[in-house]
Each structure stands twice: as structure tokens, then as C-alpha cells.
């Protein structure tokens, strides 16, 4: 928690372009499944907020020469002049106890929108590297993160040895990659697989398992690290 008297904070990142799809349904079930549980809950919506996903030499103070964008990174925490958006959404991401990443699975990774997310905000001297490390040493120590997402494929299709390849070994890049790197213990996912192909009545109870899950996660300060 940010204090001992607040509410903890979830962010929950959301990236979908159909205002109703099942993953913006999903999404909201799970807002007020923490809210429920006495969360401050913060929604970032990428596609709503015409979010610009790319990392450019523009959003910058000028860069004479080679553009390292890590090092312009560093020098823009260090003097102050990071892009107004991006500090906007860093210092949300700094002020949550638990930060959700909801979004439908797009070539077994992140929509790229919300991958330009990952890429703009979890900045350099910001949430690791400068006065911080990496992993254990990095700025989000202490915080809880988890994915929320839907699929195109079965369950099946996912385990180990399914038609698709094992979920576990899609997400590492994800969890370990981004999640854990900038210092957050990492909560098992929440997926609900191929609600396209789903009755009515199934993505209504794929709903009520989501609000039930998350209820849980909620309820347990402990952290059900992979
Ligand atoms: C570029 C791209 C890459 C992809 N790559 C992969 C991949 O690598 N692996 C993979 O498995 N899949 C992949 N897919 C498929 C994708 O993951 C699924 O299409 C997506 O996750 C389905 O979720 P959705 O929210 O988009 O579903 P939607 O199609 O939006 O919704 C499904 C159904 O739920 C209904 N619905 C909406 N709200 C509610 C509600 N409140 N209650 C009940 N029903 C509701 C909708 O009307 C719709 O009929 C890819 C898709 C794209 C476009």
C-alpha cells in the first residue's frame, strides 16, 4: 500500500480497440471486482487515449547526433524534461500497489500498442537503471503485477505439448522481461481462452470466474509469484 491509511492502488493498463469486446468486459469486471475489495483503481485506456506507442527521438530535447534512447532516458529524469505524457503515466505506474496489463493476446505477446507502452514509460533511471538496479534493486520492489488478457487459442492448445506451445513459456518475456525486470513479483495471469467461441452463457460464467479471480488476488497480500 502507498500509506498506511490509503487505499492500495491498482493501474490497470488496458489496450483494445473495440470499446465492446470481451476484453474491455473483462477489463471492467475486473476494475470492479477491486473496487469491491477496496482498491483505488486507476484505468489507463490506450486505444480510448489515441496513446503514441512509439519510442521516438522527438519526445526528446533535442539529440545532436547518435539518439540513444536509454541514455536520453536518464538525461530527461535527471533533468526534468521528460515528455509531459510519459511522466504523466510514469509517475501513475509509481503511485500503484498493483498494476494490471489487460489486453487480448496478439501474436502470443502484447498488442503493440501496449507493447509502446512498456517501451515509453518504464523509463530508464525512472524504474531501474540510474539511482536504481534491476530485478530485486529496481524501483517497483514491493508492488504486485499481473496479466489480464484473452485468447484466440484453447486452453489445450496451450499446455505444454498442445497445438500452440506452453502459455509459460510465451509470457517469460513478459513477466521476467518486463514485469520482474523493473522489480514487481509477479502474479499468475488471468485468461480467459477463445471467448469468441463461447456461448452467451459461457462468457457470462468466463465473466464471473475473471470477478471471482481477481476477488482473490485482491483479498491475498500475499503474492503468488511463477
Ligand atoms: C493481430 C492479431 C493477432 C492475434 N494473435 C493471437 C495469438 O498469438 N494467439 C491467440 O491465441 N490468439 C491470437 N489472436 C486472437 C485474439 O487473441 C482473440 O481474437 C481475442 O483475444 C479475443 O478477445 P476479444 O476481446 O477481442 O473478443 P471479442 O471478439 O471482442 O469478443 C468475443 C465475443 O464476446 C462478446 N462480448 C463482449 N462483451 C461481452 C459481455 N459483457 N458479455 C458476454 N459477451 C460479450 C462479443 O460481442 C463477441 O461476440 C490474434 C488476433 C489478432 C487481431
Do not use: C
Request: proline share 4%; glycine share 8%; net charge negative.
Amino acid at each position: 500500500m502507498s500509506t498506511i491509511d490509503a487505499a492500495p492502488v491498482a493501474l490497470i493498463v488496458h489496450a483494445h480497440p473495440e470499446p465492446h469486446s470481451f476484453s474491455t468486459a473483462q477489463m471492467a469486471t475486473a476494475a470492479q471486482a477491486l473496487r469491491d475489495a477496496g482498491y483505488q483503481v486507476d484505468v489507463l485506456d490506450l486505444y480510448a487515449d489515441a496513446w503514441a506507442p512509439t519510442l521516438a527521438r522527438e519526445e526528446f530535447a533535442p539529440v545532436e547526433g547518435h539518439f540513444k534512447p536509454q541514455a536520453e532516458q536518464m538525461r530527461a529524469v535527471r533533468n526534468g524534461t521528460l515528455d509531459a505524457a510519459v511522466r504523466a503515466h510514469l509517475d501513475r505506474l509509481l503511485a500503484a500497489d498493483l498494476l494490471v496489463l489487460s489486453f487480448p493476446m496478439w501474436w502470443f505477446s502484447l498488442p503493440a500498442i501496449l507493447k509502446g507502452w512498456v517501451d515509453r514509460v518504464f523509463v530508464m533511471g525512472g524504474v531501474f537503471g540510474g539511482d536504481y538496479g534491476l530485478f530485486g534493486d529496481a524501483a517497483l520492489v514491493g508492488k504486485r503485477a499481473m496479466l489480464l488478457f484473452t485468447t484466440g487459442g484453447s486452453s489445450e492448445s496451450f499446455r505444454s505439448g498442445g497445438a500452440l506451445g506452453s502459455m509459460d513459456d510465451f509470457l517469460f518475456h513478459i513477466h521476467r522481461g518486463m514485469l520482474e525486470f523493473v522489480g514487481f513479483q509477479v502474479i499468475g495471469p488471468v485468461v480467459t481462452y477463445g471467448p469468441a467461441r463461447m456461448t452467451d452463457q459461457e462468457r457470462t460464467a468466463a465473466l464471473d470466474t475473471v470477478r471471482e479471480s481477481v476477488a482473490l488476488i485482491a483479498a491475498d497480500s500475499r503474492a503468488i509469484v511463477l
